[in-house]
């Protein structure tokens, strides 16, 4: 209301101030008068019992009907269509469901567990081999239906494949394999804490084999929520990368042999020529080697002569050319929050 007055003294027409508002001239006489209470009154008005209501009779009806022996292992969608074919009416089935949750007759039913919510995995790297993340995927074979399966992981700080093969058949044997090999090649010392090693729920990342290894290795298994397939983004993100190369054989692979050889292409140009968005356009080869520091200074240097030759084309300062510090999976909200207050 005091928008509206300011904008009449200001020579505005009412009703257009009250379109603006998003309100009619009817609203604004009325929430003038002076019996117009000041808050909403909608939390704390009186309001009618609906006329169809079910009636405590017969809702004690509903209760006794479904705790019957003949209706224990049946829901209210199999229970009313039953006492129709009887002749019987007593409640729609959302009525059915209403009473029991009121009563607290509604539980889960069956041998299988409860469904609960998984947490989400979060964890952030500030050096190489504290995070990796692996997956498999599916290359097409020679024939429709036929598949062979990339084992792939890879180190989120520095965006480097560490470890992969291609085999025919997905397995944990196969994965712990890969892991062992990956570990020794790497030579890990856990000097900067545990290794963790994220990747989503399938079978070989579950296995018992895998398990052991981990264990054996002192490795920390971390997974993605059931059913969420952009909790490892990474793997994900890596293995687009592969699959859109334009040498990517679209049709499928001749066999084991060819599926390998092509991988163990792509594998090298990655790691020795693939300029990495996420890592200021460094090859994930020179940054896993301690190569970047050294690379990012040069191109400073570079910025910094080009912009005292011509300093009118910069009109602030240059490229910084830095890295991040960490490198985050899926870093909760909460975070993001606290350092919004924090600013």
């Known amino acids: 209301m005091e928008l509206v007055d300011e904008a009449v003294d200001a020579g505005a027409r009412q009703f257009m101030a009250?379109?603006?508002?998003?309100?009619?001239?009817?609203?604004?006489?009325?929430?003038?008068?002076p019996d117009t209470p000041d808050g909403d009154q909608r939390p704390v008005a009186e309001r009618p019992e609906p006329k169809h209501k079910l009636t405590p009779e017969e809702k004690a009806l509903i209760l006794e009907t479904i705790n019957q022996p003949e209706y224990a292992s049946k829901?209210?969608?199999?229970?009313?269509?039953?006492?129709?074919?009887?002749?019987e009416y007593i409640?729609?089935?959302?009525?059915?469901?209403?009473?029991?949750?009121e009563f607290g007759e509604q539980n889960h039913r069956g041998r299988a567990l409860k469904p609960e919510g998984k947490p989400l995995s979060s964890f952030c790297a500030t050096a190489m081999n504290q995070g990796w993340s692996w997956d498999i995927t599916y290359l097409n074979g020679p024939i429709k239906g036929l598949y062979y399966y990339l084992y792939l992981i890879l180190d989120i700080f520095t965006r480097d494949i560490v470890g992969w093969e291609v085999w025919e058949d997905e397995s944990a044997e196969h994965a712990s394999h890969l892991i062992r090999r990956a570990v020794m090649a790497q030579n890990i010392r856990n000097t900067l804490g545990p290794l963790i090693l994220h990747s989503d729920n399938g079978s070989p990342m579950k296995g018992a084999t895998m398990l052991a290894t981990?264990?054996?290795?002192?490795?920390?298994?971390?997974?993605?929520?059931?059913?969420?397939?952009?909790?490892?983004?990474?793997?994900?993100s890596i293995f687009k990368t592969c699959k859109y190369r334009p040498e990517f054989p679209t049709k499928g692979f001749s066999g084991l042999e060819d599926a390998r050889n092509w991988c163990l292409r792509f594998v090298r140009w990655?790691?020795?020529?693939?300029?990495?968005?996420?890592?200021?356009?460094?090859?994930?080869?020179?940054?896993?080697s301690g190569q970047a520091e050294i690379i990012l200074e040069n191109r400073r240097q570079v910025y910094?002569?080009?912009?005292?030759?011509?300093?009118?084309?910069?009109?602030?300062?240059?490229?910084?050319?830095?890295?991040?510090?960490?490198?985050?999976?899926?870093?909760?909200?909460?975070?993001d929050e606290d350092l919004r207050q924090l600013s």
């Open 18 to 33: 009250c379109a603006e508002l998003g309100i009619t001239t009817r609203t604004l006489q009325r929430w003038k008068q």
């Open 75 to 87: 829901p209210p969608s199999q229970i009313v269509p039953i006492l129709a074919d009887r002749g």
């Open 91 to 101: 409640a729609s089935e959302s009525s059915f469901y209403r009473v029991m949750r």
């Open 214 to 236: 981990l264990y054996e290795l002192g490795v920390t298994p971390s997974r993605s929520r059931p059913r969420v397939s952009n909790d490892n983004p990474y793997s994900e």
């Open 270 to 288: 990655y790691r020795q020529e693939h300029r990495h968005s996420g890592i200021q356009f460094i090859t994930p080869g020179q940054y896993h």
């Open 304 to 335: 910094a002569e080009a912009r005292a030759k011509n300093p009118l084309r910069w009109s602030r300062h240059t490229r910084p050319w830095i890295l991040s510090k960490e490198v985050w999976l899926n870093r909760p909200k909460s975070f």
